[in-house]
């Protein structure tokens, strides 16, 4: 079995302990193949095969929220704070800007095994600087799993926090439901892509 729902201590809890970098903002969930640039040669398999990962993907259903910080006159801002019921997510990589906060609604769904490919998507037709996603293809077992969490939170304005490693790389929204297998976790650069299918790929 590829996937497993487990309760995980942290986004009920308190803030996580490792430092918040990342900005977790709203993106899609879906990964279009065909919007996509080339396959960057990374030296791995252009056919995506999934197979077990080094750290698990959680997907946690729940509700964005804003961070706040009081920033006096005068001495140092106070510390990040959250909306009564909701946690501070610990951010994964190297993205600047505040962090996000985020409230369950049931537990999360986990993947242990899959393949992580990096995508360069092309630059925008109005100069958008070009981005990059890293697709995650699920074996077939665990396709019905992602179809479920992504039902539950599908064209609504609750999305799904993308936690690996403890920490959280995105927080995403979808449209409707994702029965494909697959789906992206945008990133802010490709350092940032290569650093996430490392820890998704490579035993520490």
């Not at 959280?168 to 940032?192: C, D, Y």
Request: aromatic residues 4%; charged residues 10%; glycine residues 10%.
């Amino acid at each position: 079995m590829s996937y497993r729902t487990r309760r995980r201590p942290g986004l009920n809890g308190g803030p996580g302990r490792r430092t918040v970098r990342a900005d977790l903002t709203l993106a899609g969930l879906a990964l279009t193949v065909a919007g996509c640039g080339h396959v960057l040669p990374l030296g791995l398999s252009a056919v995506p095969v999934p197979g077990h990962l080094a750290a698990a993907i959680a997907l946690q259903p729940g509700i964005p929220a804003p961070a706040t910080r009081f920033a006096p006159a005068q001495g140092a801002p106070s510390a990040v704070s959250c909306p009564a019921g909701s946690a501070l997510l610990p951010a994964g990589g190297e993205a600047p800007g505040s962090a996000g906060c985020f409230r369950d609604l049931g537990p999360p769904v986990t993947f242990t095994s899959a393949a992580a490919t990096v995508y360069r998507q092309p630059t925008g037709p109005q100069g958008q600087p070009a981005q990059y996603v890293v697709r995650i293809t699920l074996p077939p077992a665990g396709t019905t799993a992602l179809a479920a969490v992504t039902t539950q939170v599908a064209g609504t304005k609750d999305a799904l926090a993308i936690t690996i490693a403890d920490q959280a790389w995105a927080i995403v929204a979808t449209s409707k439901p994702i029965t494909n297998g697959e789906f992206a976790i945008p990133v802010q650069s490709l350092s940032q892509a290569l650093q996430l299918q490392r820890i998704l790929l490579q035993p520490a």
